[in-house]
């Protein structure tokens, strides 16, 4: 394992907050990215700095809110001024939002599509022109089994934004590899406990068509939440998904798996996912692009 910078977004609490822990406890500077680090996300990097004085980890916190361009080129600039260069992108940030699709106006289900696709746009354009100078790194998309699992009601908005996310990450995928920029999407499953995502899920302001769809789906969405914890193997643990980013990253440049499934329920997701992967590598090879499957290594730079 070579020492590598991480930048993470996200990171205030679940996957984001156990994946940045993994990753310093693994020997990597890691910046934590954290919107409101002076206010409602204090606690969180207070507690990032408890860890890191616990375990002598090297665990930063930074300001970093996806949704403004401006936070983001100042937290990414921040962290080039201190290391001088960032070898991996997590992109992590996400918003579950719960409730009808019908219920959600057009504005709020934009803004779900802003956090969760445009937010990772807006890292990479602020990232990707060090990473193309330097020929190497690696980009790490936290997806979600929902993009081609089985998908219950009342999560449409989320679902249709992580599927976005994935196929962004599918082109970017390519269009990088000769650049020798790496990809690796990670597609945890459905995890009821060890994250705040439903805690912290917001709900349509239309309240009048929420019950109207409450009295033909009375209690549908404690009920799905109910069955995916029984349905969830003992001892399961979030960070699961945490040891499998560690483990993309540690892997050697080139060498690391497209698409990695964290999936105790097993909703179908990795056997769609592998279908629909065979299918884009048998088509880039049948128009003479087989070498965008994989990261090129550029003359003279070094292996992340």
């Not at 002598?56 to 983001?72: K, P, Y």
């Not at 260069?85 to 940030?93: L, R, T, Y």
């Not at 939002?97 to 802003?114: L, N």
């Not at 060498?255 to 990695?260: D, G, I, L, M, Y």
């Amino acid at each position: 394992m070579s020492h590598k910078v991480i930048l993470i977004t996200g990171a205030s609490s679940g996957f984001g907050a156990l994946a940045a822990r993994a990753l310093a406890g693994a020997g990597h500077t890691v910046h934590a990215g954290i919107r409101d680090t002076a206010g409602r996300n204090a606690p969180a990097v207070a507690a990032a700095a408890e860890h890191a004085a616990t375990h002598g980890a090297d665990l930063r916190t930074v300001e970093l809110d996806v949704s403004s361009q401006a936070s983001v080129d100042a937290a990414i600039a921040g962290v080039l001024d201190a290391q001088g260069h960032v070898d991996v992108v997590i992109h992590n940030a996400g918003h579950l939002v719960t409730g009808p699709a019908e219920a959600f106006t057009p504005q709020e289900m934009a803004a779900v599509y802003d956090t969760n696709v445009l937010g990772a746009q807006r890292v990479n354009r602020a990232i990707l022109p060090h990473l193309r100078s330097r020929g190497h790194g690696l980009l790490v998309w936290v997806g979600s089994s929902s993009t081609r699992g089985g998908t219950p009601p009342y999560l449409a908005p989320y679902f249709a934004a992580k599927a976005a996310a994935d196929a962004l990450a599918v082109s970017y995928a390519a269009e990088l590899a000769r650049f020798g920029i790496d990809t690796s999407i990670v597609v945890p499953g459905a995890f009821t406990t060890g994250t705040d995502h439903f805690a912290r899920s917001s709900r349509p302001a239309d309240t009048t068509t929420v019950d109207a769809y409450e009295r033909r789906y009375p209690d549908l969405t404690d009920r799905v939440g109910r069955v995916l914890a029984d349905l969830t193997p003992p001892g399961t643990d979030a960070a699961l998904v945490a040891d499998a980013i560690a483990a993309v990253v540690d892997l050697p440049h080139g060498r690391r798996p497209f698409r990695v499934h964290v999936d105790p329920i097993d909703d179908g997701s990795e056997e769609v996912s592998a279908v629909a992967d065979r299918v884009r590598a048998d088509f880039l090879h049948r128009i003479g692009l087989s070498d965008l499957l994989a990261p090129a290594a550029a003359p003279g730079a070094l292996s992340p």
